[in-house]
């Protein structure tokens, strides 16, 4: 379709302006009839982020932390009901070994006085102790020999026992992992909200109702999958599902205790009683892709198709270059690193600085954020300060930089504020501002297509465009677009611009600013008011 420069303008600022932030959004998608409106909402879990207790914050979960982000987002702004859910790693063989260390290493009043950094203080420590006992293990697996001596003394037998005396609900044992899970969750909360982030469910591993393990394990059993080996229980994937790839995997562990699988599959099930979810989808590391073969052919083999079918595995690559092991620290460690690549490029002025060698969570999380967009999520890349500070690349920070010189354009042409009617579109057929129109006028379908492939720099590169494109439009005038350190000023030639084409002017860019907004708003960027 082809408009006439005045047309564009006449029939997509008013219907942007009507729209706000809300311009781009496809509500119907998340219908559950879309014709018959009343019959609500479809409603889709996303889990992400997902760290461990006691364990280190790690560069799959930061990725998780801001993909899952957008993928909640965008669900909800096609029309779904959305439920953010944290599957916390609060249960299982490391909070076993944490209780060990504890035992041996802390005591009440440390724990009190030192916190997460305590926690993991501990959980090294023990990890180095454990070490020498598991390469045995490892060992003695290699030369096919038993295990199980090995196994049944020292940590290892301190660490399963332990896990064993938490499933049974011994009180003990349950007080002192709550107090573990409660310092990893407001450590987490913090560095959550520096990202901008939440959730409305921080539902754990250790949330799975041990009577949904067992239903699990009848029906695998009935099913003739589960089968017992050297002690444990394992389902073959190879064998009764015919699929090459996925080996075999325990659910139960000779010892008794629960494994990661049997948690994740009746888990499953108990989120789609307790939420009565269309979809799922799970935000995690494509190290893990064969895991989650294995956890949906779980589902399937125990004849479970539908909730199969609503399931899905959103994967992402690598990140490398990352220091810190919590949330906060990485987040610290990135701020210094950006900001030292910022004075290398542009000089001790420029820099958003908060004054103490660091920059602003606003511009720490811009970078981080859109250098996690630049490529396609099954990429892997490494954390690059100096690319996030470029000035001569698009960066989080440029994005910024435009939504700010917009907000200060939009003051300074300020003539009051404009109604739709009043303005005069034939002030807005030069080539530019129709090429930025044009721009404009594909947002909601870069959404949608956003929306089907889940992969954010779809998004990002078109918000790259529309800062460009501003860009170009800005140079005529004494605006200056290009970041802070242009040459700016009136230029002698230019006329003054009349008032009817400074209120286009402001039209345009209030506009421009909203869909700016809402497309940084979806991807997960702070927004300055
Ligand atoms: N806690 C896990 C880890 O750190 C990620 C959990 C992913 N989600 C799941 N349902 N298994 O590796």
């Not at 290493?105 to 997460?116: P, V």
């Not at 015919?242 to 009746?266: C, E, F, M, N, P």
């Not at 270059?321 to 002025?349: F, M, P, T, Y």
Request: charged content about 25%; overall charge negative; glycine content about 8%.
């Amino acid at each position: 379709m082809f408009f006439s420069p005045d047309t564009l303008p006449r029939l997509l600022l008013p219907y942007i302006r009507d729209r706000k932030s809300l311009y781009g959004h496809d509500l119907s998608q998340g219908l559950r009839d879309p014709t018959l409106p009343d019959q609500g909402k479809k409603k889709v879990i996303v889990e992400f982020s997902s760290p461990n207790v006691a364990t280190d914050f790690d560069g799959n979960h930061l990725r998780s932390t801001f993909l899952g982000a957008f993928v909640a987002n965008i669900y909800e702004a096609m029309g779904w009901e959305v439920v953010r859910l944290n599957y916390l790693g609060d249960w299982g063989k490391q909070i076993g070994l944490l209780s060990a260390g504890y035992e041996k290493f802390s005591s009440d009043e440390k724990l009190q006085n030192g916190g997460i950094n305590h926690l993991l203080e501990i959980y090294a420590k023990i990890e180095e102790l454990f070490r020498p006992e598991q390469d045995a293990r490892e060992k003695a697996k290699q030369d096919k020999q038993n295990t199980a001596d090995i196994e049944g003394k020292g940590i290892f037998a301190q660490r399963d026992s332990i896990v064993k005396s938490l499933e049974d609900g011994d009180e003990a044992a349950l007080a002192l992992w709550q107090r573990f899970r409660d310092i990893t969750i407001d450590e987490l909360n913090l560095g959550y909200g520096r990202l901008g982030v939440k959730f409305d469910e921080y539902w754990g591993e250790s949330e799975v109702k041990p009577k949904t393990i067992v239903e699990v394990e009848d029906t695998l059993k009935e099913k003739g999958v589960l089968e017992e080996s050297d002690g444990s229980w394992m389902v073959d994937f190879v064998k009764h599902a015919g699929k090459k790839g996925l080996g075999t995997q325990i659910v139960r562990g000779r010892d008794g205790s629960t494994r990661y699988l049997l948690r994740d599959i009746a888990g499953a099930l108990d989120r789609s009683r307790k939420f009565e979810f269309d979809k799922m989808i799970y935000v995690v590391s494509s190290r893990q892709d064969n895991y989650f073969q294995q956890l949906f052919t779980s589902l399937e083999l125990m004849g479970l198709s539908d909730l199969k079918q609503k399931l899905q595995h959103v994967n992402f690559g690598s990140i490398q270059g990352l220091k810190g092991s919590l949330l906060s620290n990485i987040l610290n460690q990135c701020a210094i690193g950006i900001h030292d690549a910022l004075r290398e490029e542009h000089g001790d002025s420029d820099i958003d600085s908060d004054g103490v060698g660091s920059i602003s969570d606003m511009s720490l999380v811009s970078g981080l954020l859109a250098q996690d967009m630049s490529g396609r999520r099954g990429h892997s890349y490494t954390f690059d300060p100096k690319k996030i500070a470029s000035s001569s690349s698009h960066t989080g920070l440029v994005l910024q930089a435009c939504h700010r010189v917009l907000n200060a354009s939009i003051d300074k042409l300020n003539t009051s504020d404009v109604e739709a009617a009043e303005v005069d579109y034939t002030a807005l057929s030069d080539d530019d501002s129709a090429d930025l129109l044009r721009l404009m006028a594909q947002f909601p379908d870069v959404v949608a297509a956003t929306y089907k492939s889940l992969e954010p720099h779809t998004l990002l590169s078109y918000l790259y465009k529309v800062v460009s494109s501003l860009s170009i439009l800005g140079e005529g005038e004494d605006e200056e677009f290009e970041g802070e350190g242009d040459e700016g000023g009136p230029s002698e030639a230019c006329e003054k611009p009349s008032l009817e084409e400074k209120k286009a002017q402001l039209f345009l860019y209030q506009n421009a600013q909203q869909v700016l907004e809402n497309g940084m708003r979806l991807l997960g960027f702070p927004v300055a008011s």
